[in-house]
């Protein structure tokens, strides 16, 4: 795959939210779906937080455990992250950890049945949405399992503000670490 420039990136984030954005509202609307609760507390931010450590920190150790997945990830987030200049990660966190946040875990989470099968279902959805090519199952196989994370953390605490900033700040944090670490030759999570 012929690698993007950081325009295409930044338009594909776009336009891949508006799309997100509106088949949420559309779900809304046709299937009368209530949204899962948004509910702006400390509590909800630092729940938040505590579920983006330990995906950050789960994914860190998978990172350097797992060869095929280091592979899969640095593939993904070559395409994705390198062209971007920094101030651009703040779109990377934010654009997807909205958009995403309020399809699958605001509306697909309450419309399959706000329960495990809701989360399982949505999560191996979400996965497949981080498929870029034949080789990306490892990516996916870990896309999933973060999709878990944060599904059962909106499914358990009843707040989408929850997965949002657990989406939100693992996107930031991932993706300056492997800035980073790319940038001085480490290895990166």
Request: aromatic share 8%; proline share 5%.
């Amino acid at each position: 795959m012929e690698p993007l420039t950081r325009t295409q990136i930044l338009v594909v984030m776009g336009v891949t939210a508006v799309i997100l954005l509106v088949i949420a509202k559309i779900w809304q609307k046709l299937g009368s779906v209530t949204l899962l609760s948004v509910q702006l507390t400390s509590h909800a931010f630092i729940v938040g937080l505590g579920v983006a450590g330990g995906i950050i920190i789960a994914s860190s150790i998978i990172y350097r455990l797992w060869p095929a997945y280091r592979q899969s990830a640095d593939t993904y987030l070559e395409l994705v992250i390198k062209p971007l200049i920094w101030p651009d990660l703040i779109w990377l966190g934010l654009l997807p950890g909205l958009s995403e946040e309020l399809l699958f875990r605001g509306i697909m989470l309450p419309a399959l049945g706000l329960n495990l099968l809701a989360v399982i279902l949505s999560s191996i959805i979400f996965g497949v949405l981080h498929l870029s090519g034949a080789q990306q199952w490892p990516y996916v196989i870990w896309a999933t399992i973060v999709g878990f994370a944060l599904g059962y953390s909106a499914l358990i605490t009843g707040n989408l503000v929850v997965p949002i900033v657990a989406h939100i700040i693992t996107n930031l944090v991932s993706s300056g670490l492997w800035k980073i670490g790319k940038s001085v030759g480490l290895p990166s999570s």
